[in-house]
């Protein structure tokens, strides 16, 4: 970069000089195109090459960065306002309610949560038993009463820390990533058949009741 900026202020005085010259002896109109030439073939591969080198480094910089299972929890942790353990509790809930190991049925059932805090009534109702802003927590919708038996049955606490379970690794890449694959707000067990409802697994959970445009929040 020092290299471009001396032989550009070089450039700048030979240039003015030249000027002087030329338009002293009357010189411009036989001069002139020559020095553009010269100008243009100098300086133009220079910064074709200064810019093709600084994109690829860029380019290089961006591919190499992958973060780690611990650095996308640490993300979610900080973007959903989760503690820790209502992390684990979350989990512990979701992998519970999923069919055992699905990765696919346990993203379906934390996109159903998540899918909750962005429900006018669903917010409301959570709103109403904890406080008001908690009903939009992924928490607060996930132990709520009545809601997911698993959590009340405390069922839920033999997976609390199950991370080498398929469905953990799909929680964190939901959560990371937001890319929701339904608009439902419930659903029951694979068991329990539901008109109009859709599976994600084989033995997974129906599910049901998408959410309307206009209870969106």
């Known amino acids: 970069m020092n290299n471009l900026i001396e032989s550009t202020y070089v450039l700048h005085m030979l240039w003015g000089y030249m000027r002087y010259l030329i338009y002293k002896y009357n ?11 010269t100008i243009i073939l100098l300086v133009v591969p220079a910064s074709s090459t200064i810019v093709n080198t600084f994109n690829y480094k860029e380019m290089d910089s961006f591919t190499v960065v992958v973060l780690t299972k611990e650095e996308k929890i640490q993300n979610i942790l900080e ?63 996930a132990i709520s009463p009545n809601q997911f038996v698993v959590y009340q049955s405390g069922s839920y606490l033999k997976h609390i820390n199950d991370t080498n379970n398929s469905g953990y690794d799909a929680i964190i890449d939901f959560l990371y990533s937001e890319n929701t694959l339904h608009n439902y707000l419930s659903f029951r067990s694979h068991s329990i058949k539901v008109n109009g409802s ?20």
């Open 27 to 37: 010189l411009r109109y036989l001069v002139l195109p020559v020095i553009y030439l």
């Open 79 to 141: 973007k959903y306002d989760l503690s820790e353990y209502q992390f684990k509790v979350l989990c512990g809930i979701v992998l519970s309610e999923a069919e055992y190991n699905s990765y696919d049925d346990a993203y379906a059932v934390i996109n159903t949560i998540y899918n909750r805090t962005h429900s006018k009534n669903w917010v409301k109702s959570v709103d109403n038993k904890f406080g008001q802003g908690k009903g939009m927590n992924l928490y607060y919708q």
């Open 198 to 217: 859709k599976s994600y697994s084989k033995n997974g959970n129906n599910y049901f009741n998408e959410i309307k445009e206009e209870n969106r929040i």
